[in-house]
């Protein structure tokens, strides 16, 4: 046998970005807006979908993509409130990947305005892979620290907006919202910035503008 | 924490490209790994060596390049390379950074036997 020295110089995540960019267009010719939703767990990326299935419906129709290591409990969720849901479960994976999000096309309704992929709860890995979205949201909840964008900054990065949850709980905390704001814009200069409460309402007209001026644009674009 | 399922789409590009030269055997793959990458390379090589039984590469060794962050600034043009995360220009001052290099998670090169 002998020695041959190849050059390859192929990106390991270059069947993942061919899939996403796959869906991406897909789902901008049917004029449907992707948002991929990003955070620790527990940092309220469900309870938001709850709310925002209130305020979308009835003038927007939208579904949810549900990733979490186990159980149908987030996409159970989301269904009580009459949005249609599919849970994907890693089993022990900690992200999403778009070749999952691909195996769900079939059943993503054409009428469609707005899918939401709510990621595996995780702050780290899910900021390497593009899931064919339009908008990539990161969530920082009150309770975990104003000073989280700079030790995850990868998350903050690639994203196009920051939701600060769980608002309503930082009166005991010792959390800075402007600080913590002030932190992930020198990460990412051009995040779009959101300060919420899901459970008490607060933020979501502004944030449900966001969306829906995107999909506006979205659909201008490619009309 | 996501080193096994990149490994597991390295297995696939190698075998790929190592059949497409006709090869027997892979017996050295290099990696060039960016910083920002997401990924920490003692974790890729625990994987690598995972997958590597009953494969092409059973006996292969791996090399990885760490690739530092090149970053340059938007409004002055300051270019620098660091293995620090940059978020504001030395110089002026501005955080509108874009980064060159850094975020590679890169196949390099093989070597085979034919």
């Known amino acids: 046998m002998k020695k041959k020295e190849i050059l390859v110089l192929e990106d390991l995540l270059g069947s993942n970005k061919k899939i996403a960019n796959e869906i991406r267009d897909k789902l901008t010719k049917k004029g449907i807006l992707t948002i991929n939703l990003m955070s620790s767990p527990g940092s309220g990326k469900t309870t938001l979908l709850e709310s925002l299935a209130d305020c979308l419906s009835p003038d927007y129709k939208m579904a949810v993509i549900e990733g979490d290591i186990e159980t149908e409990r987030d996409a159970e969720r989301i269904r009580n409130k009459g949005i ?18 691909g195996k769900l096309f079939n059943k993503i309704p054409a009428d469609l305005d707005f899918l939401f992929i709510e990621n595996v709860g ?13 908008i990539r949201c990161v969530l920082l909840s009150s309770p975990e620290g104003d000073d989280k964008p700079k030790k995850y900054p990868k998350a903050f990065m690639t994203s196009d907006c920051l939701l600060i949850t769980k608002v309503d709980l930082v009166p005991p905390l010792p959390f800075d919202t402007e600080f913590a704001i002030k932190e992930a814009k020198e990460i990412n200069p051009n995040l779009k910035t959101f300060v919420i409460s899901a459970l008490k309402g607060t933020g979501m007209d502004e944030l449900k503008e966001y969306f829906v001026t995107s999909l506006e644009e979205l659909r201008a674009k490619h009309a | 924490m996501h080193e096994l399922s990149l490994i597991a789409n390295l297995y696939e590009i190698m075998e790929e490209k190592a059949k497409e030269q006709g090869a027997k055997k892979i017996t ?12 920490v390379p003692d974790f890729l090589e625990t994987a690598f060596d995972i997958f590597k039984n009953d ?15 090149k970053i340059r600034c938007l409004s002055c043009g300051m270019e620098k390379t660091s293995d620090e995360l940059i978020y504001i220009c030395f110089e002026c001052g501005s955080t509108q950074i874009k980064t060159l290099d850094g975020t590679e998670l890169i196949l390099e090169k093989m070597d085979l036997l034919i």
Do not use: R
């Not at chain 1, 995780?122 to 339009?134: K, M, R, S």
């Open chain 1, 84 to 101: 249609p849901a599919w849970q994907i479960t890693t089993g022990g994976a900690c992200h999403l990947e778009a070749k999952m999000v």
């Open chain 1, 122 to 134: 995780n702050l780290v890995c899910p900021a390497g892979y593009d899931l064919g979205e339009n």
């Open chain 2, 28 to 39: 050295f793959v290099k990696l060039q790994v960016g910083v920002l990458s997401g990924v």
């Open chain 2, 55 to 69: 494969t092409m590469a059973s006996d292969a060794t791996l090399e990885i390049e760490k690739v530092p962050l």
